[in-house]
């Protein structure tokens, strides 16, 4: 008997999913970063600012950056860890490693990279001082598994940060439910030639756990002093947790 989740709004095979997800990501890697600009008319880039900001990486600090992408976040971890320090850009998806390994070298930046599921990650307990996932933990199939697995390799004192699109203001929802199901599609067909990975995109949203649901999801992880700020309206949110 196989377990089933879901993928958007479809019911798959917990296997069918990773399959399928690879599928979107490889389809949309190249374009990644144009889409992410025009989707949130660049607020994604203001969001990860203050994700940035409220990680306070130092010198010689360790960072895994899980699902890392296009490497926006590693990147600015890189600079403030220095030489003394070491961060790692890992993400599931060969295409999206292969595109943010090549931007981070671009830009003069040694780091490294690795081909990694979050729900089993290849470091040893107590490793890093920061952990961050930003919009990848919606596309996990055992959430609370990488939220366990996430803590593990945090040293004790050291930080989670989970950035992810959440539920929006209750005011905002139908213009933003319009936007998401004929916008985007369109954008993804026009910029992308792929209209279906963003309707799966705007599907995963409403599939992610809300603000509160994600925060008691990291408490039953074994992470402390959880808070989360809302972004936009609650477009996207920022959880935060402590492993003491």
Not at 44 to 49: D, G, L, S, V
Not at 194 to 222: C, F, N, V, W
């Amino acid at each position: 008997m196989t377990n089933t989740t879901h993928f958007g709004y479809a019911t798959v095979e917990e296997n069918e999913k990773v399959h399928k997800v690879a599928e979107v990501f490889h389809s949309v890697a190249s374009k990644y970063d144009v889409m992410n600009d025009l989707m949130s008319a660049g607020l994604h880039r203001a969001w990860k600012i203050f994700t940035i900001a409220q990680a306070g990486v130092r010198p010689g600090f360790k960072v895994l950056d899980i699902a890392g992408g296009t490497g926006d976040l590693s990147k600015e971890f890189a600079k403030q860890a220095g030489p003394s320090g070491e961060v790692w850009l890992t993400d599931i998806n060969e295409s999206m490693l292969r595109v943010g390994r090549d931007r981070l070298l671009n830009k003069g930046i040694l780091t490294p990279t690795l081909l990694c599921d979050a729900e089993k990650i290849p470091f040893p307990d107590n490793y890093f001082d920061r952990v961050t996932v930003a919009f990848g933990l919606r596309n996990m199939t055992h959430k609370d598994a990488a939220l366990a697995e996430m803590r593990r390799v945090l040293k004790p004192g050291g930080k989670l940060l989970v950035l992810e699109f959440s539920k929006v203001a209750t005011a905002l929802q139908k213009p933003y439910d319009v936007y998401s199901f004929s916008v985007l599609p369109w954008l993804g067909k026009m910029i992308a030639n792929d209209a279906d990975s963003y309707r799966y995109l705007a599907e995963s949203i409403r599939m992610h756990p809300d603000q509160e649901t994600l925060k008691t999801m990291m408490q039953e992880a074994g992470l402390d002093c959880v808070n989360y700020f809302n972004l936009s309206a609650g477009v996207a949110a920022l959880h935060t947790g402590i492993k003491l």
